[in-house]
């Protein structure tokens, strides 16, 4: 029988090495072409792409039109799931792709029909953007359909990659509004909980419009309001139920929020050119949100155009970077692009609703949800002329959603002209008519000037207060219009010479009325980035890499601080934890490095002590609805600090006798999350809790193939408050330091790679330099492969 064995052993060998090699080639099949010659139907003229060491392509080509056809064809080629997952994230169509797992996703985001929308904004298009997307178009459907075998993804989900068409490049556009923005406003919505539920100088007290943090370019901080006395307020006298569910409650991690840009003017760049510094902070993902290119052609009026930086796949545009005469970035601008409309419904006939011009019928929509293997599924969508209703509030009132991403006037392909831009003016005009979610833009030209403005478009509000739901149903209440872009908020040339930002409130006055408060960020970050500018007179690009790498804790600081003097020889005594736990602190080093247990202590410590008072505070808003999330309050730390600095007894949470008394528990909570049997805090480094993991999307739900498509877990140093912004899955998604008027001593550096192929050597080739903040160059370098497009017969 022993032959038999050995005969059936060798079959199912064979076997094995048969399907192993099949799959190798199936999956070289999908390997984008670096080099040869193709043919592609619509090109006016021969376009030639090189490639360099880190696979970055230089697209070289006789027009604009010529350019968008052949980078579409990288991207198909590249990106082409990146692309539609985020054409479905954005229409909600992903339970079509990955099955039911998607749905409650999809309802979410269907919602609001963006495809619709997406057919809407395209019709308004000009020829000449229509002209540049539909080239777009054909050359991502060529180059997909020039691959041997479909993207691996789709054979691993067995699915066919569905063509890309004109709207999808729309949808891409949306998915970054939803990335970017809140469509449902859930901070309005918890705001008027808290403004109706909790006593009203308690809420003026918690609901702090900034504080000592701020660093607005233009006007002063914003002082924490002051704390509301025992007459007015005592959270002693609540009645205990309120409270019942806070026990033990743990550290909530909010999401974080991280994108920073600054720029210096020529004075005060040590080689007399004006720098930009931009490092837009997303969710890590492999591969990473932007592809990097080099676009040259000649202009319709023969001007050579060569612009560099980065693509969003799904359109054929430089997103960030510069042309050489302007160079362009972009921080998230958190100001109020979202309304939470009230409806008045008609007595007796609950299907009409109230406007300023009398009663009008709801509109209504079935949608029909496709799911992969599965039913479809049917949704009702309830439309109003402001938005689709989302649901009642606490009292009961039914309300819609007024959310510029829905508006088909809102959103065009104009940032793409941001490529012929000449100066500050130019770019400026152009930022300001663009239509993309509302961002910070930063922008330094050749001539060595510098300027702020809002790109994307600005409502005009009247009658209301935007930081609340209101009705609209009366003349003058509402958004009338979009700001022309002549009114629109802009600084040029500031006296000092720096600008920067960082999520947080930029400007005062006029300007921040026009742009509105969305949730602005604390403004610790900005301060420290702000404070970077000033230590020094003169800049180069890799000083200002050095700023978008600081990772010091000085937000920290006063909790370290307050340790100390919590931390006596008294509550040390017969605490032998607690001694460990001060020498950590006393040591911590000052930055959120990998190797400091005393920095993750800290933070540790002030964010248990946040958890424990803030649930206290709001906790008659979480009785009254589960989902209510105390992070609303962004600017929270002006008053949690002023609390743990002052004491004040009648805004303690009753389980404590006093202040110090919780803050000692806070402390002992965290020994007691973090304490090893037999090492103590000795092993409970940063670096331990800020393991970076960026995955690609099916890994999470195939974690056999984390090895391969995963980038290696890291340790890394950053957190949220400082100019390093680095989380487990966020960070900088790309960081850029470019002189306009010399490009060659330009930075970038970017996660992951170029390409989403896993056997290309471009797919993770990017990710130590990154890692490791070490400067790459800007553009792009020697060739590597060269391909040439030459126009179909």
């Not at 943090?213 to 007459?231: Q, R, V």
């Not at 959310?403 to 770019?427: K, R, Y």
């Not at 949730?519 to 230590?535: E, F, H, M, S």
Request: hydrophobic share 45%.
């Amino acid at each position: 029988m022993k032959p038999v064995f050995t005969g059936l052993g060798i079959a199912i060998a064979t076997l094995i090495v048969a399907i192993i090699i099949a799959i190798v080639i199936f999956l070289h099949g999908s390997a984008p072409q670096l080099d040869g010659t193709i043919k592609l139907a619509g090109l006016s003229a021969p376009v030639t792409v090189t490639r360099d060491n880190l696979g970055v392509p230089s697209v070289t080509a006789a027009n604009r039109v010529d350019v968008a056809r052949v980078i579409g064809y990288l991207h198909g080629q590249d990106r082409f799931f990146q692309m539609d997952l985020m054409r479905r994230l954005a229409a909600g169509e992903l339970a079509a792709l990955v099955g039911p797992g998607a749905v409650k996703f999809d309802v979410r985001h269907r919602l609001f029909r963006l495809r619709a929308v997406a057919r809407e904004v395209l019709a308004r298009a000009t020829p000449e953007e229509r002209a540049e997307i539909q080239a777009y178009e054909d050359g991502v459907n060529e180059g997909l359909a020039a691959l041997k075998s479909r993207p691996f993804e789709y054979a691993i989900l067995r699915q066919r990659p569905q063509p890309w068409a004109p709207e999808d490049s729309v949808l891409v556009i949306f998915a970054m509004y939803f990335d970017l923005q809140d469509a449902y406003d859930r901070r309005a919505s918890d705001l008027a909980l808290m403004r109706d539920t909790l006593p009203k100088p308690l809420f003026d007290f918690l609901a702090a419009q900034g504080t000592q943090w701020d660093a607005p370019i233009i006007g002063p901080p914003d002082a924490t309001p002051p704390i509301p006395s025992s007459d007015l307020v005592d959270i002693r006298r609540w009645p205990r139920a309120d409270f019942q569910d806070i026990a033990d409650v743990p550290p909530i991690e909010h999401a974080l929020i991280g994108s920073n840009n600054f720029a210096v003017d020529a004075a005060h760049s040590a080689d007399g050119h004006a720098i930009l510094a931009n490092d837009m902070h997303l969710g890590l993902a492999v591969p990473n949100i932007w592809y990097r290119a080099q676009f040259n052609y000649r202009a319709a009026d023969g001007t050579l155009v060569s612009a560099t930086g980065v693509t969003l796949p799904g359109l054929p545009i430089i997103v960030a970077g510069s042309n050489g005469h302007v160079a362009w970035g972009f921080t998230n601008s958190y100001g109020n692009w979202v309304a939470l409309v009230n409806l008045h419904l008609k007595a007796g006939d609950p299907d009409e609703y109230l406007t300023n011009a009398g009663w009008r019928a709801f509109t209504h929509h079935q949608e029909v949800i496709q799911v992969a293997g599965h039913k479809s599924v049917s949704m009702e969508v309830t439309d109003t002329l402001w938005g689709p209703v989302i649901g009642k509030d606490h009292d009961g009132v039914l309300r819609a959603v007024h959310w510029v991403a829905a508006d088909p006037t809102a959103t065009n392909a104009e940032l793409g002209d941001m490529v012929d831009a000449q100066n500050i003016q130019q770019a400026m005009a152009i930022a300001n008519r663009a239509g993309i979610p509302e961002q910070n833009f930063l922008v330094a030209d050749s001539a060595g000037h510098i300027a702020w403005t809002i790109a994307g478009k600005i409502p005009i509000r009247s009658g209301y207060d935007p930081d609340f739901p209101a009705y609209w149903d009366t003349a003058g209440v509402g958004w009338s219009d979009w700001l022309a872009p002549n009114q629109y908020p802009r600084i040029v040339d500031p006296p000092g010479g720096r600008l920067w930002t960082a999520n947080a409130r930029v400007v005062n006055g006029e300007m921040l009325d026009q742009i509105g408060n969305g949730g602005y960020d604390l403004g610790a970050r900005a301060q420290q980035i702000r404070n970077d500018l000033l230590v020094r007179d003169k800049f180069t690009p890799a000083d200002m890499l050095a700023i978008e790498l600081d990772d010091r804790a000085l937000f920290l600081a006063g909790w370290r601080g307050l340790l100390l003097q919590l931390l006596t020889l008294p509550s040390l005594e017969n605490h032998p934890q607690r001694a460990q736990f001060l020498r950590y602190v006393q040591d911590w080093g000052g930055q959120a490095a990998v190797d400091s247990v005393g920095y993750r202590l800290v933070r540790s410590f002030r964010n248990h002590v946040d958890a424990v008072v803030f649930s206290a505070l709001t906790a008659p808003c979480k009785k009254l609805d589960p989902n209510f999330d105390y992070g609303v309050l962004s600017q929270r730390e002006g008053p949690l600090w002023a609390m743990v600095t002052q004491q004040p007894a009648n805004l303690l949470d009753p389980e404590y006798k006093t202040w110090n008394a919780l803050l000692l528990a806070a402390v002992d909570q965290v020994i007691k999350d973090l304490w090893v049997p037999d090492s103590g805090l000795a092993t409970r480094t940063w670096g331990e809790r800020n393991i970076v993991r960026i995955r690609q999307p099916l890994s999470r739900g195939l974690p056999f193939l984390s090895r391969w498509l995963d980038m290696a877990p890291v340790e890394l140093p950053g957190d949220s408050n400082m100019p390093r912004v680095q989380g487990v899955g966020f960070g900088a998604s790309e960081r850029m330091d470019v002189e306009p008027a010399d490009l060659s001593k330009g930075i970038f550096e970017m996660p992951t790679g170029q390409s989403g192929y896993p056997f290309s050597a471009y797919y993770r080739n990017s990710e130590p330099a990154w890692e490791r903040g070490v400067p790459t160059g800007f553009l792009p370098g020697a060739a590597q492969h060269r391909l040439v497009f030459q126009p179909a017969d």
